[in-house]
């Protein structure tokens, strides 16, 4: 591929050890799922390594299987559903299950219990997890195996994109009855609910673990709770982002007035223009809804807006302005050059979707280079 992610190590430390000072570096899960949120899982680890963090968090057992590999030693919770198939294989691998259903619960008792297992409650997602009204039943099947019962979980349904956090705090009483009953049960387990957005704004979600995602990459979960955390801090946290998506300039044409630009010609040049290709497309993760939008890249710290709809594989960029453009010469598609940036909230804003969505959906094969 013609384009590069640019990583930076002192970004990821400066993010981690920012919320190692919030919450206490105990407590702190960095979240390495989705190929480390699209920076990638092994660049990603190979920074974390060296501040030794004592839990990673991944969606899938594969995603665990490959930090064992990397020579991960501490503890990994899978996040994602567990499934009765991969039970065995997580037990090998000495992963931390999240189970939330009746039909894997029975499925991990069935095969002996193996492994160590966290137990979520749906406190208001309505995605995984078991209703407060299961807890006492759940407990009972349980208690002969309190030894591999190592964690209650939940999960927020609505903290970053609301200032009143209402809704959460409601789910904070749910999981809060759940865990007594199992306290009440002679239970003493670890207690997790905290995301990056509520662990930044509601320190009641904190309790023993802190699973930390966007964040760690230096995004904000949203302005909403940038702006949550300012009413309540009266600052704003320095979070640095990390990634930077870079290619080149590839063919640099003059375009008449007149021409039309790329697919369906939905752009037409109203003067005589100089246009620069760029060989990044919608394949490898940018947008093609971007180009409908007020959209641009940066070229000699200036910016250059795209024309025409984006390709499978190119885009088209003018740069009547900057004259000495020429092929060779280095695109920014999100990250800083000169004075200007463009941002993964930006990209994600043209395109109508989330920073989440696009980081994560950079092509795996684009090389990350930690800088």
Known sequence: MLSTIELSSAAIRHNYNLFCRLAGKELVAPVLKSNAYGHGLAEVYQVLASESPAWICVNYVAEGAK?????????????????????PAAS????DLVLGNQAVLAAWLQAGAPGRIHIKFDTGMSRQGFALSEAAVVAQLLRPHSAKIVGLCTHFANVEDVTDHGYATKQLEIFNRAAQVFADAGFQLMLHAASSASALIMATSHFDLVRVGISLYGSWPSPLTRVSYLQLQNQVLDLKPVLSWRTEVTTVKPVAAGQFIGYGCTFRAIRDMRVAVLPVGYYEGYPRIAGEAA?????????????????????????????????????????????????????????????????????????????
Do not use: K
């Not at 090998?92 to 992963?95: E, I, K, S």
């Open 295 to 371: 959209s641009y890249v940066l070229i000699r710290g200036a910016r250059c807006p795209i024309v025409g709809r984006i390709c499978m594989n190119m885009m088209m960029v003018d740069t009547t302005h900057l004259p000495a453009v020429e092929v060779g010469d280095q695109v920014t598609l999100i990250g800083a050059d000169g004075n200007d940036e463009v941002s993964a909230q930006d990209l994600a804003g043209w395109a109508r979707t989330i920073h989440y969505e696009l980081l994560t959906r950079l092509h795996s094969d684009i090389p990350r280079q930690l800088v």
């Open 67 to 87: 930090l064992r590999g990397f020579g991960y030693s501490g503890h990994i919770l899978v996040v994602g559903p567990a499934v009765a198939r991969e039970i």
């Open 92 to 95: 090998a691998l000495d992963l």
